[in-house]
C-alpha cells in the first residue's frame, strides 16, 4: 500500500496519506486499499471530495447550456414573429 514516498497518518482515527514532493508534504487519495482491492472513487474522482466538485462543475455546465437554449428559442420567436415585438407604425414619420 504505502510506497517509498507515501505515508498513512491516522489524525482523530481516520487515515490520511499524505506523500512528499518538492514543495513539502501533501494529502493524497491512493488508489488501493491496505488490504490491496481497488479503491473505485480514488480512481475515478481522485477521492469523495473531488467527484462531488465535479458534479457541482456538470450541473454549472448543463444549467448554462440549458440558458443558452432558452435564449436561442427567444431569438428564433421574435425573428419568427417580429409583429409582436416591434411597433411598424412608430418607425414611419
Known sequence: MT?????????ESENLFLKKDFLGWRIVHPIKNEDGSINWPNLIFGGKRNGLILLVYILLAVLFGFGVWEMMA?????IANPHLYFDMLKLIP
Open 74 to 78: 427567444s431569438c428564433r420567436n421574435m
Open 3 to 11: 510506497g517509498e514516498k507515501i505515508r498513512s497518518v491516522e489524525i
